[in-house]
Every structure is written in structure tokens, then in C-alpha cells.
């Protein structure tokens, strides 16, 4: 993007230039070489002044020679040229404006879309570790319950053990006397 943009400068530079050079060369070649010509020898002997009374014509049959070496008429057509220079050089100005504005604004927008972009990815990683909390939180709540049921079934099976020792304890049952029985039997069984 800044490659492009560089070479943007450089092409609108060139661009002015060249207008320049087109506005302003013309003129500056004449008056060159009217000046070369009214320092050059030789040329003024290429050349005859002009002898031509220009105020006694009418406006209109004003020749060339007339209209070249007339100080008012060179004074006007100077100040309308100087005015079209200028008006040229202010439209130039206002296209290069209208361009570099041009320019800025597609660069806002595609920093614009660039973060529009990131904001997506975003909000997409955003969902998909929310789905995976989710699931956290949904195998917390079944461990959870799981967990208070094996609390209850535990509570139950104390509860019929104990009913069943108070059983076995009316019917005599010791708790010692389960242990020393057993080894007795058994010892009594090996020896028969």
C-alpha cells in the first residue's frame, strides 16, 4: 500500500510538472528568444522594425507586427495570460486536492474494513470459547448432580446398614465375636 501510494506522489508530481511545463513553456520559449533576437546582432538585421502607426487603424485590421510591438496591447494580452496561468495552475491545484483527498479516503476505508475484519475474528473466537464455557459449565452441572445423587444413595445405604447391624445386634451379633468365630471355624474345619 505505501509502494502505491509513493507512486501515486511521484505520478502526480510528474503530472504537475508536465502542466506546468505545457502552461508555462510556450510563453517562456517567445520571450527567450525575443530576448536572444534583441541581443543578437544578426537577428536584427534578419528582421526590419515595424513601422506601422497602430493608433490610426481601426481596432479590428490591427495587424500581427502591430499587436507584437504595441506596449498596451502587450501589457493586456500579459495581464489576460497571467490571469489564465493563474486560473490553470488554481484548477491543477484543486485536482491534485481532489486526488489526495480521493487517496485518503480509500485508505481510511480500507483501515476501516481491515478493522472490521479484526473485530469478526474477534467476536468469532469470542463465540467459539463461549460455546466451549458453555459445555464446561454444562458438565460442571451434571458432575454436580451426579454427585448429590451419590450423596443421597450414600445417605440411604448407611441408613439400611445401620438397620441391618441393630438387627444383627438383637439377634446377638457382636462386633469382635464376627472375627474370632470365623478363625475358629475355620481352624476347627482344617483339623477334622
Known amino acids: 500500500m505505501a509502494s502505491h501510494a509513493a507512486a501515486l506522489k511521484v505520478g502526480l508530481a510528474l503530472l504537475g510538472l508536465s502542466m506546468v511545463g505545457y502552461i508555462l513553456g510556450p510563453p517562456l520559449y517567445w520571450h527567450l528568444t525575443e530576448a ?94 463461549q460455546k466451549e464455557a458453555d459445555k464446561c459449565n454444562s458438565g460442571m452441572e451434571t458432575c454436580e448432580e451426579v454427585r448429590e445423587k451419590a450423596e443421597l444413595a450414600l445417605a440411604e445405604q448407611k441408613k439400611l446398614t445401620s438397620k441391618w447391624e441393630e438387627r444383627a445386634r438383637q439377634k446377638g451379633w457382636r462386633d469382635g465375636a464376627t472375627k474370632s468365630n470365623i478363625k475358629t471355624n475355620s481352624n476347627a474345619q482344617a483339623a477334622a
Request: charged share 30%; with cysteine; net charge negative.
Open 36 to 129: 536572444l533576437a534583441a541581443v543578437s546582432p544578426s537577428s536584427a538585421s534578419s528582421c526590419p522594425p515595424c513601422a506601422c502607426d497602430c493608433s490610426s487603424q481601426p481596432l479590428l485590421t490591427i495587424s500581427e507586427d502591430c499587436a507584437k510591438h504595441d506596449p498596451e496591447v502587450n501589457e493586456d494580452t500579459e495581464k489576460n495570460y497571467t490571469e489564465l496561468l493563474t486560473e490553470e495552475i488554481f484548477e491543477a491545484h484543486l485536482t491534485i486536492i481532489t486526488y489526495k483527498m480521493k487517496l485518503r479516503e480509500a485508505a481510511s476505508l480500507e483501515k476501516h474494513k481491515r478493522a472490521d475484519m479484526g473485530l469478526l475474528e474477534a467476536k468469532k473466537v469470542t463465540s467459539s470459547y
